[in-house]
């Protein structure tokens, strides 16, 4: 069933809006498709707990965004589309809605059209349509940090530095077992065509949902003798694969997981078969970040904490979800500065979105240096710009073992506008022009500047 925020934290939230009730009545909504149960309830806990932080800290430090504060409420998705469908038309209705951040590629596929009519935008963060980087087909979808095509350049990038470069790839096998289901699935294209542009082979291997049995698929990888298997798992999927791998003789440190195969709970319970494995990120781990140090401060230590297990404070999820407040509250801030310090509507923070710079000085200020490494959101552009590093298991905590990395545009960008431009015509759409928004935003600009003068 449906269900919302946890008394703790609703009480909790509750106590937080109190102290700035007395100056504003403003609030700007966030309604939470989360999932809680379930085969995925550990990355559902870790982002939305995550999330909830992020925005208890706001209001709790800053007394909101300009003094508009941030409230929310949950709905029971359990990861399912059908699920997640009902508590989008059953909260859509609420006042004051940001986006939507449903965490789920199925739903979001779901909520396209419906958010696209609504007028509110819809976060994928690190997952989602690759199409809808391409803002002028999608105006209300934001895949932010990064898409799945981004992710496979990135993985493709991060072997051919082990190997010593692109061209030694040629020759070489890679298997990758995929989730199977919309999210997995989307990238069988994108590894086929950079098999052949680098010369290397690809065995693409289905898991079927949840992924809790893959006997026979470790079997056909040691059949095939792979040079690297690529994890894109989910849930339950990522510690029976660490756990079956060791079994069939595949070493963990051939083994690089994509990025919702990177958490601690995907190590963890597979124990010692885990021991060197390494996966993608967008976002390091750990506790040290000065915004997850205030959180621990400022929200946990006063009781409003969102996660039951205080152990998890600093967890990939948990960091993901802070991560997602910090991008969407940003949002709304630029927004604001734009139409005004009070609650907008959900194209005005589609706005916000599409103007989210976010450069290294701006991470800092945030205290979140470390954390991440930037964003730069425009118009066409509605990941970012998808850098990624990597990071490796060592039996207790991660290591990032790599640089940050930058996806291969060059490539991409044209299948991304190619699929894109495919959808616009699908559904007899016009794309917008970029440009000349751009041009109208700077002189809106300029108008403004010479108001205040």
Known sequence: MPRTTPIRALLAGAALLALGAGASAAEQYFPLQSYRVGPYAA?????FGGFIDYLNLVNSRDGGVNGVKLTWSEGETQYEVERGVEVYERLKSRPGIAAWNPLSVGIAYAMIDRITADKVPLITINDGRTDSTDGRVFPYVFPLLLNPYSETSGIVEYLAGREGGLDRLKGKTIAVLYHGSPYGKETIPIYDLLAKRYGFKVEQIEVPHPGNE????WLAIRRLKPDYVVLRGWGVMN?????????TGFPAGRIVGNVWSNSEEDVIPA??????????????????YPVIQEIVRAVYDKGAGNLADRKRIGSVYHNLGVLNGILNVEAVRIAQERFGHRTLTGDEVRWGFEH?????ARVAALGAKGLFHSINVTCANHEGEGRVTFQQWDGAKWTVVSDWIKPDWATLRPI?????????????????DCAAEERADAQSGKRAAADIK
């Open 239 to 247: 510690p029976v694969a660490l756990k079956t791998a060791q079994k």
């Open 214 to 217: 893959q006997q026979s698929q």
């Open 356 to 360: 989210l710079r976010l450069d290294e």
């Open 271 to 288: 124990g010692e078969s885990a021991k060197g494995y390494v996966a993608i990120t967008t976002q390091a781990s750990g506790a040290q």
């Open 416 to 432: 991304i506008e190619a699929s894109s431009t495919a959808y616009a015509k699908e559904h007899g759409l016009t794309p917008r």
């Open 43 to 47: 990355g559902g806990t870790g982002f």
